[in-house]
Nanobody, 115 residues
Framework: QVQLVESGGGLVQPGGSLRLSCAASGTFFLGYSMGWHRQAPGKERELVATITRSGGAYYGDSVLGRFTISRDNAKNMVYLQMHNLKVEDTAVYYC?????????WGQGTQVTVSS
């Protein structure tokens, strides 16, 4: 079984920074891309960033220039470094392994940007 466990969420002020982590465990194809998606109340789930095993990254327009995705293949970890956080970034952030169609999801971690 595959497990993805996110951590690092919390409450942060606008303009602040936060670093999310996702630990993958179990049996899975090591060539899978990993990524972060988020969902705010009443809104559709949105792709935040993805990263291939070799390090190629893609960012959604809303976070480009503010967020950085990275991964440590030896540790099966993926990270999301978030800077200049905005109120609109408030959402549950989910870690994904292997794509949205047939991949795996973590339980999510709440990020709240508020004064």
């Amino acid at each position: 079984q595959v497990q993805l466990v996110e951590s690092g969420g919390g409450l942060v002020q606008p303009g602040g920074s936060l670093r999310l982590s996702c630990a993958a465990s179990g049996t899975f194809f090591l060539g899978y891309s990993m990524g972060w998606h988020r969902q705010a109340p009443g809104k559709e789930r949105e792709l935040v960033a993805t990263i291939t095993r070799s390090g190629g990254a893609y960012y959604g327009d809303s976070v480009l220039g503010r967020f950085t995705i990275s991964r440590d293949n030896a540790k099966n970890m993926v990270y999301l470094q978030m800077h200049n956080l905005k109120v609109e970034d408030t959402a549950v952030y989910y870690c994904n392994l292997g794509g949205t169609a047939s991949g795996y999801w973590g339980q999510g971690t709440q990020v709240t940007v508020s004064s």
